[in-house]
């Protein structure tokens, strides 16, 4: 069984209750409904600030609930993260790769995918 969006969000909010802010905002914008791509997009300013002050505990919660969104979800959850999240990244930039090697494999392994495409 995969993954839902609304399982993928509730299980965000368990796992990185640092997000709720997020969510609830994200939720607010939309007048209640979720689009998860614009959420990634939400997500992904969120990591790399993370990462730039050095929240280390909660990025790694974070990556880990959006690998497994990538590798478990269905095919909505798993596209948002792989398009809004990961191919939005900016991998090709040198100065995101400090970033990218925080990346856990699962979505490390999708920037090589999209890579290996020429995206």
């Known amino acids: ?39 990634m997009g939400d997500l992904r300013l969120l990591a790399i600030d993370w990462f730039r002050t050095g929240q280390t505990d909660s990025l790694e919660r974070l990556l880990t609930v959006l690998e497994q969104g990538v590798g478990q979800g269905d095919e909505y959850v798993a596209n948002a993260v792989a398009v809004s999240f990961v191919e939005d ?12 090697d925080a990346l856990p494999a699962g979505l490390l392994a999708q920037v090589k995918r999209q890579r290996s495409n020429g995206q």
């Open 89 to 100: 990244l900016g991998w090709w930039e040198p100065e995101m790769q400090p970033f990218m």
């Open 1 to 39: 069984m995969s993954l839902t969006a609304s399982e993928f969000v509730i299980a965000l909010a368990a796992h990185v209750p640092e997000s709720t802010v997020t969510i609830t905002e994200h939720l607010a914008d939309q007048d209640g409904e979720l689009l998860l791509h614009l959420l």
